[in-house]
């Protein structure tokens, strides 16, 4: 089934079926487009797949990568192993090596975000985020390695080995190993091993081995433990 569909030369053992305007594009070898209208794998993509899919493309040269289900999915240049799964406007972009979305709306994995996962939400962003993950959750932001956030919204995370977990606007800076858990408007600013729980509006800036848990409008500047 399917019209308009083509695979180019050079693409041996490749197959379209059930789709319409759909094309598998030159040294796509052992590539697969089942069922997916208005779809493509592009150029050196080997043993791609694209399955129960609209509107949605895996570009130049990525091999094992594929898009299973959804509406105008993409996976960008040089993302080999990488995977997006249902969902709409979700793009994992170049050179994002085996990374993962998994439902959602229009959320990305940005360059170089190797390892790395968003599960559901809408508007989440991993930037150069290896090895993390956002899950669930509204307009969240990841920077950095080891990161995770959980559910929440408007949450930003500039740092490696921390996590935001059912937080509103909750933010850290360059604070590793910080945590900020079922809290809104609080911030953790620089240092190491910090930690806001159940709090608002709140901020602990450059004090070491430090944490608030409960209360509101709390504040630690320039200390240790």
Do not use: M, P, W
């Not at 019209?3 to 050079?10: E, L, P």
């Not at 602990?204 to 409008?217: A, D, E, M, T």
Request: proline share 0%; net charge neutral.
């Amino acid at each position: 089934g399917g019209v308009f569909s083509q695979i180019n030369y050079g693409s041996r053992n490749s197959t379209i079926l059930s789709s319409s305007y759909a094309y598998i594009e030159k040294y796509s070898c052992n590539s697969t487009i089942l069922a997916a209208n208005y779809s493509y794998i592009s150029y050196g993509s080997e043993y791609a797949t694209l399955a129960s899919a609209k509107d949605s493309s895996i570009c130049y040269y990525n091999r094992y990568s594929s898009i299973i289900g959804g509406v105008n999915n993409k996976i960008k240049n040089n993302s080999c192993y990488s995977s997006i799964i249902g969902g709409k406007d979700n793009c994992i972009n170049d050179s994002t090596y085996k990374s993962t979305i998994i439902g959602g709306s229009g959320n990305t994995l940005n360059d170089g975000s190797r390892y790395s996962s968003i599960i559901g939400g809408i508007y989440n962003y991993v930037d150069d985020g290896r090895y993390s993950s956002i899950i669930g959750g509204e307009n969240q932001y990841a920077h950095g390695y080891y990161n995770v956030i959980i559910g929440g919204k408007n949450n930003s995370l500039i740092s490696n080995c921390s996590s935001i977990i059912d937080s509103d606007n909750g933010y850290i800076f360059y604070s590793s190993n910080a945590t900020i858990i079922s809290s809104k408007n609080s911030d953790v600013v620089f240092d190491n091993n910090q930690s806001i729980i159940a709090n608002n509006n709140s901020i602990i800036y450059s004090s070491y081995n430090s944490n608030i848990i409960g209360g509101r409008n709390n504040s630690t500047y320039n200390s240790e433990y």
